[in-house]
């Protein structure tokens, strides 16, 4: 059997790939794994379970009640709940364990699980393959009151909503913002929480029936919101996915505003209240060079870390930093969550907009976006791509030419024999002409 586990959880195409079998061994072997990594102590072992709004989430979910009940654990059957807001009651019903069914910004017919640990922390690669490890082994089988009892959790979502609301600095009366939930798990948490802060509030997206998750919605469609929030006359809009992990925004004339300038409204934010612990924030190397140019004028620190949301949380919990995130938009607060929470970060953007008394362009103004054109070469050995003399020597030239007011980056992908080539520059035009030389490069030299 190959690696089940990816970066994010299991993931798969819901019936085929990702089977109710597969969820319940999946479920029992994290039982097993956890308790003898001493999670559940002398007492019988708790865990929540959550998902989003998919159809497959249904069926999916009830295997994983079934095979963690078989196991011995008492499960708390939470319903359809954000990733971060599952993470959230993890720590706050002191389980010992949670699982997310979601398969987050994929299309409806994917669905994915992730497992969390104690405190709604993400498991670490070593326990996720011992959890596959121990798929299908023979174990004894707990009978009579040995067997794990469920019940519905259904107080949990007011628990993390008022969580969320109690997060902001400042109240949004006055206030009016367009969301976009996507049809998915924020379809009521992300209204409720800005109408109990005093907003205006405009759903979209907001009538999930099972199939209609992600399709043409949410912070994968950012055209419908930009639309709706130039209509209502709105100061503000925010865009889910389907778990509402991550949030992108649109301001008042239906500009989008991605991941790297809320990362900075944040940062910049935090700073003046005295809470950016030792003024750095973590970011990935995909983050925009106007991103890191703006932080660093600012007298703060930035520390970049390889693609990823697990690779973010990495650094901050080993300098203790407290905001970082992604330019997809998965921005992580510490200081709140464990996790990306989409619902979390648009609360704190538009608090910032109601303390600051800027709009959200003026906000998002703080950075200039360089120019960032990326261009994904398939078919090639991309192992060779650091090493190889003459594209690096390409490399070198491509960075000198730019001289600072650019950069250049070369990443080989996770699962495909593909190298992306990322260039910024000054225009449009030089980043074009810079990275189509060097995917010309690329292709020449590492063809398989």
């Known amino acids: 059997m190959g690696r089940i586990f990816g970066t994010d959880g299991v993931r798969g195409l819901a019936n085929r790939d990702l089977t109710a079998e597969l969820a319940l061994d999946l479920s029992v072997a994290a039982a097993h794994v956890l308790g003898e990594v001493g999670a559940f102590a002398d007492q019988r072992p708790t865990a929540v379970v959550a998902r989003d709004t998919r159809a497959s989430g249904e069926f999916l979910e009830a295997a994983v009640v079934a095979g963690l009940a078989s196991a011995g654990v008492d499960v708390h059957r939470l319903g359809v709940v954000p990733t971060p807001g599952a993470a959230f009651l993890t720590a706050e019903l002191d389980a010992d364990m949670g699982v997310m069914i979601s398969a987050s910004h994929n299309p409806m017919p994917d669905n994915g699980i992730k497992f969390l640990a104690r405190g709604g922390l993400k498991l670490d690669d070593e326990i996720e393959l011992a959890i596959e490890a121990r798929l299908q082994e023979p174990w004894d089988r707990p009978t009579g009151e040995g067997v794990g009892r469920v019940g519905d959790s259904t107080a949990g979502v007011r628990t993390y909503a008022k969580h969320l609301a109690d997060s902001s600095p400042a109240r949004l009366d006055g206030l009016k913002v367009v969301l976009d939930c996507a049809h998915g798990a924020a379809h009521e948490v992300g209204p409720d929480v800005f109408a109990e802060l005093g907003a205006d509030v405009v759903a979209i997206h907001a009538e999930p ?58 940062a910049l934010a935090a700073h003046d209240a005295g809470t950016l612990h030792d003024d750095t924030v973590v970011a990935t190397v995909m983050s925009n060079l106007g991103f890191v140019q703006a932080l660093q004028a600012a007298g703060l620190t930035v520390v970049q870390t390889a693609v990823g949301d697990r690779y973010v949380l990495e650094a901050m919990r080993a300098g203790g930093f407290t905001i970082g995130g992604e330019q997809s938009g998965h921005v992580i607060m510490s200081r709140y969550a464990t996790t990306g929470d989409g619902v979390l970060t648009a609360v704190q953007v538009a608090a910032r907009m109601v303390e600051s008394g800027q709009t959200l362009a003026e906000l998002a103004g703080v950075m200039t976006r360089l120019p960032q054109v990326l261009v994904n070469v398939a078919g090639v050995d991309k192992a060779r791509a650091a090493t190889d003399p003459v594209l690096q020597g390409e490399v070198a030239a491509a960075t000198a030419r730019l001289d600072g007011t650019g950069r250049v980056l070369l990443r080989q992908s996770g699962t495909e024999p593909l190298v992306r080539v990322m260039v910024e520059a000054p225009t449009h035009e030089e980043a074009t002409e810079v990275a189509e030389h060097l995917a010309s490069v690329v292709k020449s030299q590492l063809s398989l």
Request: net charge negative; proline share 0%.
């Open 209 to 266: 029936d099972g199939l209609n998750i992600n399709r043409d919605a949410g912070s994968t469609h950012l055209e419908h919101l930009q639309k709706a929030v130039v209509e209502h006359g709105a100061d503000a809009g925010f865009a889910f996915d389907g778990d509402a992990d991550r949030c992108l925004a649109v301001d008042a004339e239906g500009r989008v505003v991605d991941g790297d300038q809320i990362l900075a409204i944040l």
